[in-house]
C-alpha cells in the first residue's frame, strides 16, 4: 500500500461530502468514471466527526474539489461555518454545495446568497431534482463547468495482484505478469529487460486479462516504452477486434466498475487508515481529559 500513496493522491479528485443517495446513486460515479471524472462519496458516522474527515481529504488530496450535501444533518456545528473554516484554513480549495429542490423561489436564493456572496464558494450552489435520472446531467454538467476531470482524459486504475495479464507470441513464448494500471483505453505492465520485444506500435492479439475476478480478451498496440527500476515499462492502447482504438463496447461494460472498485479500494484504504488514526487520537484526548477530572 505505501508505495502506492504516492500514486493514488495523484490526480484532480471530487468528494461528495454527506451525499443524499436518494436523489444521487453511488452508481453514478462508475458512469462519470468513464467520462474522465474520479468522484467519491463520504458519510458521516458516529465515530469520526465529519469536519475531521474533510481536514483530512484537503490535506492529502492537494487537488480535489468538495460538494457538501447541506440538507444533510451535522451534530454539534453547521455546514456553513465547517465550509467557511476551511476555507480558511485551505484558501485554495473548491468548494461546493448540494440540496435537495425547494419549493420556494426565496428559500433557493436564500441559499445561494449565503454560499455564492456571502461565502465565495467557487463550485456552484447546486440544486438537485427529486426524480435522481434527472440528477446525472446536473451533476455532469457540474463536473464539466469545474474542470474536474484533471489532466487526464481517462482515469487510471492502480493494480495490485488482482489485475493481471497473459499473451503468447512466436519465438517469444508466453508473457504473463501483474498489470501495473489499467484504464479503459491503455494499460501498462513492467517486464525484465529483453524479456520482451517489440516494434512501437507492433498489435499483440487475443490477451486475456484477469481484472478484480473479471476475465476478458482484448487486442492491444504497443504505445510507448520506458526504462524503469525493475526492468521496462510496457503501455499499451486497446484495440477492437475491427482494429478501431479503445475497448470492444462488451468488455468496456463490464471494465468499466472493476476500475472503479479497485480505485474505491485504493482511496478509501488511504483514507480509513487516517480516519481511524485521527478517530484513536481523539479518543485518547477524550480519556485524558477524563482522567484529569
Known amino acids: 500500500m505505501h508505495s502506492l500513496v504516492n500514486e493514488i493522491i495523484k490526480g484532480r479528485k471530487t468528494f461528495f461530502i454527506a451525499p443524499d443517495r436518494t436523489l444521487f446513486p453511488q452508481s453514478y460515479l462508475e458512469e462519470y468514471l468513464v467520462l474522465g471524472y474520479e468522484c467519491y462519496f463520504i458519510d458521516t458516522d458516529i465515530f469520526l466527526p465529519i469536519e475531521v474527515k474533510v481536514d483530512i481529504i484537503l490535506s492529502v488530496f492537494k487537488d480535489s474539489i468538495l460538494f457538501f450535501n447541506v440538507d444533510a444533518p451535522v451534530q454539534g456545528t453547521s455546514w456553513a461555518y465547517i465550509i467557511k473554516e476551511m476555507q480558511e484554513k485551505y484558501p ?5 454545495v448540494l440540496y435537495a429542490k425547494r419549493h420556494s423561489t426565496a428559500e433557493r436564493q436564500s441559499l445561494e446568497h449565503q454560499y455564492l456572496y456571502a461565502m465565495g464558494i467557487q463550485c456552484g450552489c ?6 435522481k435520472r434527472d440528477n446525472f446531467q446536473i451533476i455532469e454538467q457540474v463536473l ?4 474536474a476531470m484533471g489532466r487526464r482524459k481517462y482515469v487510471r486504475a492502480l493494480c495490485s495482484s488482482s489485475c493481471s495479464f497473459s499473451f503468447s507470441l512466436e519465438r517469444q513464448g508466453v508473457m504473463q505478469n501483474r498489470l501495473t494500471d489499467i484504464s479503459i483505453s491503455h494499460f501498462s505492465f513492467v517486464l525484465p529487460e529483453g524479456q520482451l520485444r517489440l516494434d512501437d506500435y507492433e498489435k499483440v492479439s487475443d490477451i486475456v486479462f484477469t481484472i478484480h475476478g473479471l476475465r476478458f480478451r482484448s487486442d492491444a498496440v504497443l504505445y510507448m516504452t520506458r526504462p524503469v527500476d525493475n526492468g521496462i515499462l510496457f503501455v499499451f492502447a486497446f484495440q477492437t477486434k475491427s482494429g478501431q482504438s479503445g475497448l470492444d463496447p462488451v468488455n ?7 476500475l472503479y472498485e479497485i480505485m474505491l479500494d485504493n482511496c478509501m484504504e488511504l483514507l480509513n ?11 485518547n484526548a477524550i480519556t485524558d481529559l477524563q ?3
Open 92 to 96: 485554495s480549495a473548491l468548494f461546493g
Open 126 to 131: 447546486i440544486q438537485l431534482e427529486y426524480q
Open 144 to 147: 464539466y463547468a469545474n474542470q
Open 252 to 258: 468496456k461494460q463490464l471494465l468499466t466498475p472493476k
Open 273 to 283: 487508515r487516517l480516519f481511524a488514526s485521527a478517530s484513536r487520537k481523539r479518543e
Open 291 to 293: 482522567s484529569i477530572d
